[in-house]
């Protein structure tokens, strides 16, 4: 039982945190000439979003909280209706799976190579294809193309807040609610009183 939380909970984060940094490691030459400029693709600012996300373990649409802290670079992550929540620290390179129901911790690395900083565009090539809005939020959509060949269009504001991403006209990610506000330093502390627990293959 623990592995299989352990593991729902890595899947989902590794889902939404992948997707976010897409442009920043998955970036790759496109036909088209490539754009001279690039979405940010990491928030500048403390921000909260709610997403609603395609899961491939259910029918219907997952939703999760995502928080990211600018200063620290942490994200956390808050699956709905779980009793796991994640925490990325980008200084640490370290990412935190929190069984709060189990009082257990699992520390990993973070994924991907790199972080972009904010206010940073990443490298590769990327096609603007306009605006849109996206829950009351204006964003640019930017097409890149992961190492497989999969086109997505992601929409990120200027602040780097992801908004959407579609593959095929399929929505995969959309941004529910955005708030933009202070994230405090509790939302993102690993209880030292959790066990420790080698990270679920």
Known sequence: MKKQILRRASRLLLT?????????????????EPSASGPYVTPSVDVSVHYEMVSPQSPLPVHQDMHWQATSLRQRIDPE????????SWRDHTL???????????????????????????????????????SGQLCTVWRTADQ???ESDACY?????????????????????VERTPQPDTLFV???????VAPAR
């Open 16 to 32: 939404l945190s992948l997707t976010i940094l897409l442009a920043s490691h998955n970036a790759r030459a496109e036909e088209a």
């Open 81 to 88: 209706n779980s009793a796991v929540y994640m925490v990325t």
């Open 96 to 134: 935190t799976v929190v069984d709060t129901l189990g009082h257990r911790r699992s520390v990993m690395p973070a994924p991907g190579a790199t972080l972009t900083l904010p206010g940073q565009v990443p490298p590769g090539s990327f096609r603007k294809l306009g605006t849109d809005m996206v």
């Open 148 to 150: 497989d060949g999969h």
């Open 157 to 177: 504001t200027e602040d780097g807040i992801l908004l959407q991403v579609k593959q095929q006209g399929r929505i995969l990610v959309r941004a529910l609610s």
């Open 190 to 196: 690993i209880p030292e009183s959790y066990s420790a």
